[in-house]
């Protein structure tokens, strides 16, 4: 039975409880032990609401050890791995905390504010020699791992072209605005885009290049609209927008477009569609799972299995915090091409 300790009870880490208590039901060996949040208030139930549908209005914290102080619990209780759903300024410090005791981590995306973080992370993990796998949850979300297989395999031949987009109205439902604050959120392009920049990388690898145009809307949030291009050596044209400006009467929005030799893929609305060169459009059949739930349960396999969590591991995502970095180097630049290594 595999034991973990979620550290943070707001939006995303009520997501990551919902799953818990769902393998829970299912016997799946895997059980959240305690919980940390240093506002009290979550534990009688008092919560805000985030961009999408998830988190349990009713829970029963009876059942966890509960605790407000991160020292208390890390020197009270052992762990399989600690679960991190924290706002993305304290992901570097408390990640480095938990491997330091010798737990392994499964760290909300982004990874942290910036690459020079995301190495402490790096380093702290490799002395501990202890697993750091990030939340980029689009690796493990069906219509995603559709696309993957798509152009791993080249089921459709050469992609010719990628769209990815991602909109809503701005989050200010974040706790003290924090999401709101480039310094301690990245603004919507590390906290936001980095969904689709590390989806181009991880489907595509590093462009060679890339440009950036950017906005911003909301005083101190950085760039909240931007629009990215990338360049590959084959000549594909690769673009993602994001836009995190938008009316609240407007739903958040994912979705890609990407055209292959002989056939499109299309995911939006929550359904992917194949447009195949010759023949019907067809419907694949998916997986009703989120990746929340499939990213858990990647990482407890592994854990349960003794391998090594390849999928979304914290030197690779590291390297997606290089590319916005570089994007918005480019975007400061009034769209100026950034080249990558």
């Not at 890609?256 to 194949?274: H, I, M, N, P, S």
């Amino acid at each position: 039975m595999l034991k973990v300790g979620l550290i943070g009870i707001g939006f995303i880490g009520r997501a990551h409880l919902d799953q818990y208590l769902r393998l829970e039901q299912e016997d799946y060996p895997i059980r959240v032990t305690a919980i940390c949040d240093t506002d009290p208030k979550k534990f009688e139930g008092e919560f805000t609401e985030g961009n999408i549908g998830v988190g349990n209005a009713d829970y029963d914290f009876s059942k966890y050890r509960l605790y407000t102080n991160l020292d208390d619990m890390l020197a009270s209780e052992s762990f399989d791995y600690v679960d991190i759903a924290l706002p993305t300024f304290l992901h570097d410090a408390v990640a480095i905390q938990v491997l330091k005791k010798g737990f392994n981590v499964l760290c909300e995306k982004p990874m942290a504010l910036d690459s020079k973080r995301c190495k402490a992370m790096l380093e702290a993990a490799g002395r501990s020699g202890k697993h750091l796998m990030i939340g980029q949850c689009l690796r493990f979300w069906p219509a995603y791992e559709y696309l993957k297989d798509c152009v791993d395999k080249s089921v459709w031949g050469a992609v010719r072209s990628a769209r990815f987009y991602r909109g809503s109205s701005a989050p200010v439902w974040s706790n003290q605005n924090w999401l709101l604050d480039e310094s301690r959120s990245g603004g919507a392009l590390v906290d936001f885009h980095v969904h689709d920049a590390d989806m181009i990388r991880w489907l595509f690898g590093n462009p060679a290049s890339v440009s950036a145009l950017g906005r911003n809307v909301y005083p101190g949030s950085g760039y909240d609209i931007l629009s990215a291009q990338y360049v590959y050596p084959d000549g594909k044209i690769v673009s993602a927008e994001a836009d995190w400006s938008l009316p609240p009467s407007i739903p958040f929005e994912m979705s890609y477009r990407v055209g292959f030799d002989e056939a499109a893929v299309v995911f939006t609305g929550g359904k992917v569609t194949v447009y195949p060169k010759e023949g019907s459009a067809f419907t694949p059949e998916l997986s009703a799972d989120t990746g929340f739930y499939r990213e858990i349960v990647y990482l407890a396999d592994c854990l349960l299995n003794g391998r090594v969590p390849s999928v979304s591991p914290g030197d690779d995502v590291a390297a997606s915090i290089r590319l916005v970095e570089a994007e918005k180097r480019s975007a400061d630049g009034g769209g100026k091409w950034i080249k990558l290594k």
